[in-house]
């Protein structure tokens, strides 16, 4: 299948890359900057692209997400630390934002001819962004194939989203994906901070999925004392 990939630059986003790279026919990748304070993602999704020899596409819904205030990741709002689950870690929603994104991703796709978008959403993700759930993804299929209906038949694969991200490390291992070409932090400072929720959740799946890390941490034995009390099970 023709297949666009939306990849933030993320650990995910990229292993996923590289996975429709040998399954499929990777058309694209396509990003999105939507006022992200952590806007140096979209520079290693760049990357990725150069690497998979496939076109990027950087869309702009900046003034979009200027409006959907009151997240730590588009606002004057401190990114908390701490395990993913934590109930803090809910002021890291941006409303709607996939939502938004697969909409516009579906249309690109429906005018490129491509038979598929991709999407990295995965299980640790449930807790706190409900639209990154099974759910949602089954819904917005059924939201397309009315949306499209007649013009063109896109499917919408989530490989991850019943999955954890040891298990994507684990994939992404097995296709070849380069980690340290990959940026998870929401913090956006010169190195992973190894703090903020995405840091700990991705030295922790490196640590499950028993593949070295090789990500430079400011902080790298912090995830340790925030992973305690957390069980793979509990942040599905």
Not at 56 to 84: C, F, K, M, N, R
Not at 125 to 144: E, K, S, V
Not at 201 to 212: K, Q, S, T
Request: proline share 4%; hydrophobic share 40%; net charge negative.
């Amino acid at each position: 299948m023709k297949t666009i990939v939306i990849c933030s630059g993320g650990l995910d986003s990229v292993s996923l890359a590289h996975r429709i790279a040998a399954e499929h026919d990777l058309l694209s990748l396509l990003s999105f900057d939507y006022g992200q304070r952590h806007a140096k993602e979209l520079d290693f999704a760049a990357a990725c692209a150069k690497r998979l020899g496939v076109p990027h596409q950087v869309v702009d819904i900046s003034a979009i997400g200027a409006s959907l205030s009151g997240s730590a990741l588009t606002d004057e709002i401190d990114v908390p630390d701490g395990h993913y689950a934590e109930e803090t870690m809910k002021v890291t929603v941006v409303p709607n934002r996939n939502a938004i994104m697969l909409a516009i991703a579906f249309g690109v796709a429906a005018a490129r001819k491509a038979d598929a978008v991709a999407l990295a959403v995965h299980g640790g993700d449930h807790f706190i962004y409900p639209d990154c759930r099974p759910g949602f993804i089954d819904a917005f299929r059924t939201m397309q194939e009315h949306a499209l209906e007649g013009y063109a038949d896109v499917t919408l694969l989530a490989p991850y989203v019943t999955v954890s991200k040891a298990d994507i490390v684990t994939d992404g291992a097995k296709y070849g994906t380069p980690f340290a070409e990959t940026w998870s932090c929401y913090k956006g400072g010169a190195r992973h901070c190894g703090r903020c929720g995405t840091c700990v959740e991705r030295r922790e799946a490196f640590h499950l999925a028993g593949v070295d890390d090789p990500t430079e941490y400011e902080d790298p034995d912090f995830w340790v004392a925030a992973t305690s009390g957390f069980s793979a099970t509990e942040v599905k």
